[in-house]
């Protein structure tokens, strides 16, 4: 599974939220609009997005040379993902002014999420190498969001090493950013540093506890080292993550019993018996990977959660 197919939607627009200038007064406008709609204009009214793109559409027609305007509808339909025609009009900008930071942005995330990878890299490039020398590079969300895109679009092209570089910049930038985690920790696997691998998928799951991807990238390295414990953890974690809770339970139990120093694991049944229902035993698992890992807020959470209850 590609990193496109990956992403949630709740992620992906996220991502794209956190764009340069303009675009993220107009992005934040019309979702704020769009929360509105959905909550209180009939469903066969125009949705704010289509407004806006409207709107833009006209504006170019009225100006071809303004390059606001184009790149302003090039942002938009990125946003709204369609992807060609963000691309069409970036490249008009692009072609007229090479050095225009929107425009290669929106060419290079545009170009990564349609597959096209090594169209992506020199758009991503020229993008970030401009953004690293700036006086806010280490709090530049846009630069962190094209170096994560730079980053994955480098995985897809077999270039490692690169990849590894990218993704530590972004993290420096965003150090919460599970996504970028799992992509490094994919460039590791790919660059056979399997221990390295690891760490970034466990930092990842420790943001998003159900981040399939992350604990079969686990899963993978665990059977190649023969690692019949750790197999099971991660194999009982894909399990909670699709929801087939009698295998999650089945198999995290056999890790347990083997791994009872290991705080993952015992957070992952917390988060078990929680969801079938069995508070006592999580509570139970719950406070054990609290013993284990006290700043653990997957389950600081988890057990307000089940106390709550």
Known sequence: MSFLQKLSDSRFLTRLILLVGSLLILVVAVFAAIYYWDRYIHLGDE?????SLSELEQAVRDNPNDI???????????VDK??????????????AEPANERSLFVLGIAYASTGKFTQAIPALETFTEGRL????????????AALYYLGASYIETNQSEAA?????????????????????????????????AIVQYEKAVRFVPDFQEAYQGMLEIYLTQNKIEYVN??????????????????????????LDRYAPVHLG??????????AEKSIQSLNKALELDPNNFMAQQALGRVQGK
């Open 133 to 144: 020398t700036g006086p806010m590079a280490n709090s530049d969300q846009a630069l962190e």
């Open 164 to 196: 590894i570089k990218s993704l530590n910049q972004a993290l420096v930038i965003n150090q919460t950013d599970a996504d970028a985690m799992y992509k490094l920790g994919q460039a590791y696997a790919r660059s056979n540093q399997p221990d390295q």
């Open 68 to 78: 606001d305007a184009r790149m302003s509808l090039a942002e938009m339909y990125l």
């Open 269 to 278: 049944l917390g988060l078990t018996y929680e969801a079938i229902g069995a």
């Open 82 to 95: 369609q992807y060609g025609d963000a691309i069409r009009q970036a490249s008009q900008v692009n072609k």
């Open 47 to 51: 949705s704010p997005i289509q407004r």
């Open 233 to 258: 953890y991660a194999r009982g974690m894909l399990a909670y993550s699709q929801r087939d809770l009698k295998k999650a339970q089945s198999e995290l139990e056999a890790s347990a019993a083997v």
